[in-house]
């Protein structure tokens, strides 16, 4: 099995006629490539009538180098060329440099700088790959100097930063070991049952969904071997994401839930042997209105109880103690951050291809680095799948653009409807808990109140010493704010209230762009190739760089290990 990575290199320029210097540099850049990955390296070329010589194509050829083309349709020179090819219908060149930009991990480029050469395209890749922070290696075919762009053109080559700079961008692996499934299987099933039931108490009773027809057209999409694949590894992100998310969240919920158990614990801890006290105090309270309260208030308790109570008590510190220690070791422990940064990464991978799956399978590429960019990892592993999965033939005419547009908007109609059924449940329990934490607040100031009130009648000798009424006093005010700080805890823990806002902000966002994308289509019978780049570039960009990567952010700190 062929363990060697790909790389995609768009070959940009003419070559010179002294091409010796141009030659010995391109392999140069082959062997870095090649030095930057501890397999070694596939390179597969880019290349464009409008920012390529046509000889690259016979070098290619010599080399067994498989090339990728993107074309206008009136370049029917180029039609035969190539492993695949992207035929676009329109006048600029401005979406092939996108689609270059897209897919292109390193251009290498001849450029005489004294020059426009190619009306000047081969300059404007140079700029495009400055803009886009892409490894551009350049030689001027007037002097032979060659050069290492990276913020600045003429940055002179230098090959083992070139290697380390592939290597750093490019080689990004997964994590060396999985822990143990079966470590915290019952405290997985546990938590996350406990969290469903929590929030399915408080969930609507009614969702919505696609109507029957919606459903059926979603399925009678194109189902070419891309669109397949893309597919699968969505489906395969969106279980393991599942997967993990129910193990984090259940964790999360314990986070949220112990240091409340904790507490009740330890108010057994200190009061359990008051108990029989405290309910003859509360009995004389009623003796002139409840008959046989009298009794109640004389009672006296066997020993046998008196002592189970005594052992009650003892428990309810040994419990506190051990609830304790077990959420510090939780904030310690690998296995649970290991699932909690995967459940992310996973989340994160599952977005992003449900965004390529509504594109790439028409032709229109997806810039990969400006929407995974802010995590190196997921970057690495979507670039290298992707690779795997390889380059496919595209023509980009009336008949795949509406179908790429029906497909785009049943895409958002579906993230609509579930961004609405998200908001319908976070709301509800977000509002649930925080209306009780408010009232709990409220509740447990008075409380405290009243207790500092009592202990000063105490202690002048308006309440007497004997009875339990202090240790009464005493449950109640660490038992109701307590209960309080437990709602503030769970929607803190388990994020509800950001869920909600983050939901209904999307939800909003993507009606927006559904509204624009229905005028688009409603005011032109077909698109332009340019205007389905840009619909490409704006959607993907809201759904995840303003949506995944900003919830991404927030949940990988919202970790278990914040005690």
Known sequence: MDNKKTVYMAVVGKIPENSAHALELLNTVDRCIGNAFSGGANIEWLLSPWFSDRAWLQIAEERGIPCHIIRRKSDTAWADCGKTQTVIDTGLRSCEKQWVAANADIVFAVWNESVGEMDGAAFEMLEMARSEHLPCVWISSDTGTSYLQTDQYYEHFDSLFLTNLIRHLYSTEPPASTPDEDRYKLLFQLGAALQRRFLKKHSPKHRKTLSPEEASAVQLLDSGPETTALRQQYENYDRDAIRCGDKYNSIMYFRAVLPAYATVCLAIGFYAGDLVGMIRTIASWFVPLIPGAASV?????????????????????????????????????????????????????????????????????????????????VLGVLRDELREIGMYSHVIDQDRTQEMLKSVDLMLKEQSIYHENSVMRYEKVSTVVLHRAAVLKTVSLVTLVLRGLMQFAIGIGVIGQGDKTGAIANTIALLIPNYASYQVSKNDQCRYSFHFENHKRMKNAIDVFRLRLGELRQSVETPSVEMLYSVAESLSEQMILEDTSSWYETVSKTSFSRL
């Open 297 to 377: 208030a004389s009672w006296v308790a066997p020993a046998a109880l008196e002592a189970a109570l005594r052992c009650l008590a003892g428990i309810g510190f040994l419990l506190n103690a051990l609830l304790l220690y077990f959420s510090f070791k939780m904030s310690e422990d690998r296995v649970l951050k290991y699932w909690h940064s995967r459940y992310v990464n996973s989340r994160m991978l599952a977005e992003a291809y449900c965004v390529l799956m509504h594109f790439q399978p028409y032709g229109v590429s997806v810039n990969i680095r400006k929407i995974c960019g802010k995590n190196p990892y």
